[in-house]
């Protein structure tokens, strides 16, 4: 069988029956190239089926008993499947962007807006599979230390730190890796857009940043760390994080996320 001509392999995920049973019927009806090959009614549930069947795409509820779809998002580090949250709450949109998620759909969800998400998803799937497709673990840098090697994916270092001559890594897990190279020959290493030099001693990665304070001049990270942005960079970076914020969205939610910002606007 042609892989263009295979059915599109996807999971629905809703604590709420009749809402399963919606999205299952709207699917098989506007989308017979999607083939639902499993439900399920809670996280705990969609998390062993996602890891047993490897869907390639989740339509997934927001709001469930004991572990949110954002939640069972965060359990999967290296997501090779597409996420189509299916909501009644506009209000998470944003959040939904931050997830890397492909699409937003609002419940009763729409025929139009199912169709055009489906042939999106298709198109990357089956058109372009080797220029647009998830690639699990993503690019990586190697960093030589007392004669160890580590290969680091760009996507878990949240940002590093200068001293001297020297560098530290912050990654997600809590990990530091600190090497005898400058800033500047780390920038030069990892070669991608989303790292900012916004000061002189830290280079951050964009796509970690939760909120920046405009006025105090400084990024609120994940792990807690605040990181000082230079006077003359804080526009600039202001500017960096809203259009990355727009670009990751899906064109569905392009103008949500260009009118949403209120994370990175100016105090």
């Known amino acids: 069988m042609n892989q263009n001509s295979q059915p599109i392999r996807c999971l629905v995920v809703d604590d709420e029956m009749p809402a399963r049973q919606a999205i299952c019927r709207q699917i098989e009806k506007y989308c017979p190239h999607f083939q639902i090959v499993q439900t399920a ?13 490897a869907p390639e795409v989740v339509f997934l509820d927001i709001q469930m008993p004991h572990e949110s779809g954002l939640e069972l998002l965060d359990r999967f580090k290296d997501r090779s499947f597409y996420v189509v949250f299916c909501t009644t709450y506009h209000e998470y949109a944003v959040e939904a962007l931050r997830k890397r998620a492909f699409d937003y759909l609002l419940k009763p969800v729409d025929g139009k807006d ?18 647009e497709t998830p690639k699990p673990g993503g690019r990586r ?22 001293s001297g001559s020297y560098s530290t890594l912050y990654l997600e897990t809590g990990k530091r890796i600190t090497v005898s190279k400058n800033l500047k020959r780390i920038a030069e290493m990892l070669q991608d857009p989303l790292f900012k030099r916004v000061h002189n001693s830290f280079l951050v990665r964009l796509a970690s940043v939760q909120t920046f304070n405009h006025r105090r001049g400084v990024l609120q990270l994940p792990n807690g760390k605040e990181v000082p942005v230079a006077v003359r960079k804080r526009e600039e970076v202001r500017q960096e994080l809203i259009q990355l914020m727009v670009n990751e969205a899906p064109e569905s939610e392009r103008n949500l996320a260009a009118e949403d910002q209120g994370a990175f606007e100016k105090p």
């Open 41 to 53: 009614s809670s996280a705990a549930e969609a998390y062993q089926l996602i890891r047993d069947l």
């Open 114 to 131: 199912l169709i055009a998400c489906a042939k999106q998803i298709t198109h990357k799937l089956r058109v372009q599979p080797e220029e």
């Open 141 to 162: 840098v190697e960093l030589i230390t007392s004669g160890q090697r580590h290969f680091v994916r760009h996507a878990d270092i949240l940002y590093v730190e200068a």
